[in-house]
């Protein structure tokens, strides 16, 4: 009789739970850096203030300061005398009275005013129904006036013009100081908000060994970097909108290009700031390193390039280096596409230029760039 | 059991001047918990950096999983986690985000909330990480780690400056991350990290393994499993140890460099102790101070370099 003998017990030992797998695709890592870099921005207020505030309070306070003054008054000066009353009335009733404003004073106080720049142009009423003018020839207000109140007294005297004239006024948006400085201010927030973001944020994540550790991931280091110019280009669409958008609203400045065209001529800006922005930081390991190298390459362009005054005002001999400035095609592209509502394809000079820049740098920056 | 990590005469130089790896070489099986120990600047931190990749040797060779850094770098980060020595990640992601970004780094990784359970992260999942306490940080810190589902882990120190809890929960961690099939190599300068943690250990000191066994070997080199410390009158450095180490039982003996605290490796106490008292005696002086207890890696480590491990 064969007794069953019960089976030798294997200790009870559970075999550990394998773990459950997802599967992610190529774009995981670029979609999640670019997600969490958005979500880091959107949770610093500083940045927030930087980025959109502040732009905003920098036009505000220049369209204020610069807007269009009511039609220039030329203030004058009548020679206190005899006919000094008599003048008076001439101008008054001529028909450029509204853009003349005269005052009688004692001929040393009215000249004294003149050299001050108090009057523009003192007349001198003289004994024999005659005239005299003195006015500056360097000073272009004082030019004016003077064609202005010879104008009003001859009319006033009965003058009869040969020739029938006749005027339109055109004072039309699109040729302001506030329509030439709205597209420079997007130029320039553009590129310092391309520069700071990125410099500051490689340079923070090299001190925290996060870039450290991201590269002891799988994670791309191409895609690392595309994601951190991409998040430039997305937070660069909201800048451009938010200031063109004021200049329509508060200025009433009229946008003459597509928007689709403005944003992408902005994109391109983008990728060139982003491509230096990378360069600049690739090997700093402290903030201070960063911010020195990245003042010194704006630096120039903040002067030449054409944010608040035109360059042409420089010596034609420095317009070809100033043009082969990012910023300078930036602001230029933008100005033709916002104010005269250039095409894309016209501009495709200084896209290039944007784009040599950019690439050239995000390349360089792949080759130098120190992950440590 | 076929190597998970091996490294031959691996040297590291820096700026051409400062030697701090010289000439290591490690086998690691797989599925072992690994330990480098050794006080600070011993080259831990830089062997462990070679082996992830994340700096290159000046010379010797490193082989994981059978693959080379020079020819397979990207199989080889899919099949590893690392937590550096005090990574900050970023401070206003929350403790799901962090995690859900490491993941997406990985081909196939694991789910965010299984990790988020496994370290117990789960009431924290929404805060944001700059809220998190040191333990939570560290936790953290290895959950980016084991979210890309690693056959090899590598922890550089991933419990200093923890408390004991933490330090405790981290190590429950550990272990069941070793029980699912996975290797650790760990350094540390906690021995009892050291003890209760690893199956077999290395001690490192100026670059080099000075010794290499389970801990209970290394410990059963000291000669004897106990030690007994005592201090008394008369004493002086540089007196001579030699009646201490004719006292029966005794199998090596240590002063200490300041002060008169002598330390003798004993097999069998019970004999030893009175013996002490009774030359103590005859030597007419008298005892300042008496211990008995088990040797520890410490110990080891003392009698191996003359030092302390933690010289703080």
Redesign the interface.
Same mark, same amino acid.
């Given at each position: 009789m064969a007794v069953s003998e019960p089976l030798p017990k294997v200790k009870d030992s559970p075999e550990?739970?394998?773990?459950? #797998? #997802?599967? *992610?695709g190529r774009w995981?890592?670029f979609?999640? !850096?670019l997600a &969490?870099r958005m979500? /880091?921005l959107w949770? /610093?207020p500083e940045v927030m203030f930087w980025v959109f505030v502040f732009p905003l309070l920098l036009a505000l306070g220049l369209g204020i300061a610069f807007r269009d003054k009511p039609a220039d008054v030329t203030p004058v000066a009548i020679v206190a005398g005899s006919d000094a009353e008599n003048t008076l009335a001439m101008l008054e009733r001529s028909p450029e009275h509204s853009l003349i404003r005269a005052q009688i004073a004692e001929r040393s106080v009215a000249l004294k005013g003149f050299r001050l720049g108090k009057y523009d142009l003192v007349i001198e009423p003289g004994s024999a129904g005659e005239f005299h003018y003195v006015y500056d020839p360097a000073r272009p207000e004082s030019v004016l006036s003077r064609r202005e109140v010879d104008d009003a007294l001859q009319s006033a005297a009965g003058r009869k013009n040969p020739l029938t004239t006749a005027t339109t006024v055109s004072s039309e948006p699109g040729s302001r100081y506030i329509d030439f400085l709205i597209p420079g201010l997007i130029g320039m927030n553009v590129m310092n908000a391309a520069m700071w973001g990125i410099g500051f944020a490689l340079v923070d994540m090299r001190q925290?060994? #996060?870039l450290?550790?991201?590269?002891?991931?799988?994670?791309r280091r191409s895609d690392f970097l595309t994601a951190l110019a991409s998040s430039r280009i997305l937070l660069m669409f909201v800048e451009v909108g938010l200031l063109l958008g004021f200049g329509v609203f508060f200025f009433h400045m009229r946008v003459m290009g597509q928007w689709l065209s403005i944003l992408l001529v902005g994109a391109f800006g983008a990728l060139s700031f982003s491509g230096i922005g990378l360069l600049s930081a690739s090997r700093a390991q402290k903030i201070e390193t960063a911010s020195g190298l990245m003042n010194l390459i704006m630096m120039p362009m903040w002067i030449f390039s054409g944010v608040f005054f035109s360059y042409e005002r420089f010596p034609a001999v420095l317009h070809p280096f100033i043009k082969a400035l990012p910023l300078t095609a930036l602001n230029d592209a933008l100005r033709a596409t916002v104010l005269e509502g250039a095409t894309l394809a016209s501009q495709s000079g200084r896209l290039l230029v944007m784009a040599v820049w950019g690439v050239l740098s995000f390349l360089l920056a792949l080759r130098v760039f120190r992950w440590? | 059991m076929p190597l998970a990590i091996q490294c031959r005469d691996l040297r590291k130089t820096y700026d051409g001047k400062v030697e701090a790896v010289r000439g290591l070489n490690l086998e690691i099986e797989s599925g072992e918990c690994f330990g480098l120990l050794g006080p600070n600047g011993a080259g831990k931190t830089t062997t462990i950096e070679i082996l @992830?990749? !994340?700096?290159a040797p000046s010379s010797g060779q490193v082989t994981i999983l059978g693959k080379t850094w020079e020819s397979d770098a +990207?199989e080889l980060?899919?099949s590893m986690g690392?937590s550096?020595q @005090?990574?900050?990640? &970023?401070e206003? #992601?929350t403790v799901r985000?962090t995690i859900? !970004?490491? &993941?997406?780094?990985?081909? @196939?990784?694991?789910?965010s909330d299984?990790v988020l359970e496994e370290l117990q992260l789960s009431e924290k999942a929404d805060a944001?990480v700059g809220k998190l306490s040191g333990g939570q940080r560290q936790r953290l810190a290895v959950a980016?780690a084991l979210v890309? *589902?690693p056959k090899v882990l590598f922890l550089d120190e991933p419990t200093t400056g923890l408390d004991p809890q933490s330090r405790r929960q981290l190590w429950d961690i550990v272990r069941?991350f070793q029980? +699912?099939?996975g290797t650790v190599l760990l350094t540390t300068h906690y021995m009892e990290e050291a003890e209760r943690l690893c199956d077999r250990l290395a001690i490192i000191d100026h670059g080099q393994v000075i010794a290499e066994g389970t801990p209970a070997e290394l410990i059963a080199r000291l000669g004897g499993h106990h030690v007994v410390e005592f201090a008394a009158s008369g004493e002086q450095n540089g007196a001579s140890t030699e009646p201490w180490k004719a006292l029966p039982g005794v199998e090596s003996v240590q002063r200490d460099d300041d002060g008169g605290l002598v330390r003798l490796h004993v097999r069998e106490p019970h004999l030893t102790v009175p013996a002490l008292l009774d030359l103590i005696m005859r030597q007419n002086s008298h005892l300042l101070h008496l211990s008995t207890r088990q040797a520890s890696l410490e110990d080891v480590f003392v009698r191996l370099t003359g030092r302390h491990l933690r010289e703080d």
């Open positions: 550990p739970k394998q773990p459950t #797998l #997802l599967h *992610n995981s890592g979609t999640h !850096l &969490a979500t /880091e949770r /610093e925290r060994k #996060l450290k550790r991201f590269v002891g991931t799988p994670m440590t | @992830e990749g !994340l700096l +990207r980060r899919e690392i550096l @005090e990574t900050r990640l &970023a206003k #992601l985000e859900d !970004l490491f &993941a997406s780094f990985y081909r @196939e990784p694991r789910l299984d944001w980016t890309g *589902n069941g029980k +699912r099939g």
